[in-house]
């Protein structure tokens, strides 16, 4: 049988997580190479369209970082993409779509060593989960 290696989508925030992702690296905190990560000016901005469309695109998950609650750049942002992160798994699940291939964390500045480990403990599941079916 064929091994399986989940493609991931990221969007991490612009602030916090960002130094937090680059933090992992200079703390030499190695995580999965399958992930593959996008900036963006805040968790909150992220729209639930463009994750809908990696899961059609073949994503087998989709990580959403931002700032730890109280913390967001933007004030609401991140408490903005926690309320769209539980009505879209909601609506994904209508399309079979498993809960655990969507995920939010917050990352923040120190938390380098964690998001790798977080990204690493993700990966596998998503492995045990095997790869997304058709998703349209």
């Known amino acids: 049988m064929k091994h399986f290696e989940p493609r991931i989508i990221g969007f991490y925030c612009n602030w916090?997580?960002?130094?937090?992702?680059?933090?992992?690296?200079?703390?030499?905190?190695?995580?999965?190479?399958?992930?593959?990560?996008?900036?963006?000016?805040?968790?909150?901005?992220?729209?639930?369209e463009v994750i809908i469309?990696?899961?059609?695109?073949?994503?087998?998950?989709?990580?959403?970082?931002?700032?730890?609650?109280?913390?967001?750049?933007?004030?609401?942002?991140n408490y903005n993409a926690l309320k769209r992160y539980h009505l879209l798994q909601k609506t994904l699940e209508q399309f079979g779509v498993e809960r655990e291939r969507l995920r939010l964390e917050w990352v923040s500045v120190a938390e380098g060593k964690r998001f790798a480990n977080l990204v690493g403990r993700w990966t596998d599941e998503l492995r045990k989960l095997g790869p997304m079916r058709q998703f349209s």
């Open 53 to 77: 469309e990696a899961f059609k695109r073949g994503a087998d998950g989709v990580l959403i970082l931002g700032c730890h609650l109280g913390n967001c750049h933007y004030r609401n942002g």
């Open 16 to 48: 916090s997580s960002q130094i937090g992702i680059d933090s992992a690296g200079v703390e030499e905190a190695s995580y999965p190479s399958n992930l593959r990560l996008m900036r963006v000016m805040c968790s909150g901005s992220v729209d639930p």
